[in-house]
């Protein structure tokens, strides 16, 4: 059963003028829809990279009332507490330790670094 509509309409992706005989149709030939898709997927791929992106800032950007207060009440703290408290990323403070510019206590493998230390810190 073919359909006899005669609906006139531009391409989505070429925007050219046809003649559709479905009213879903979007697109003037095959070619025209598979290069649409493409181009509706990197959209959406786009949109979502872009919405993740700002959810990281906004999450990484803000320190939880709770976070500050176990900070303040320890005496030796861990190094992503550490960097927390001094307002740098930790791969900078790991850094700044094996330059010698940070003193800290290895346990195990992991950096133990003393409060009061790190406040002299300029």
């Known amino acids: ?3 006899n509509l005669r609906i006139v309409k531009i391409c ?22 598979k290069r649409f898709y493409k181009v509706k997927q990197r959209e ?18 803000f320190i939880t009332e709770d976070e500050v207060k ?4 320890k005496e030796w703290l861990t190094l992503k507490e550490a960097a927390l408290l001094l307002n740098v990323s930790p791969l900078t403070l790991r850094r700044w330790t094996l330059a010698g510019k940070v003193k800290s206590k290895k346990i195990g493998k992991k950096h133990a670094f003393k409060k009061v230390e790190l406040m002299k810190i300029p």
């Open 1 to 3: 059963m073919s359909s």
């Open 12 to 33: 989505a992706y070429c925007k050219q003028e046809f003649i559709a005989r479905k009213t879903t149709t979007e697109t003037c030939s095959d070619a025209c829809a």
């Open 44 to 61: 959406k791929a786009i949109q979502r990279a872009e919405v993740e992106t700002v959810v990281k800032r906004e999450a990484k950007a």
């Open 70 to 73: 176990t900070i303040q009440a």
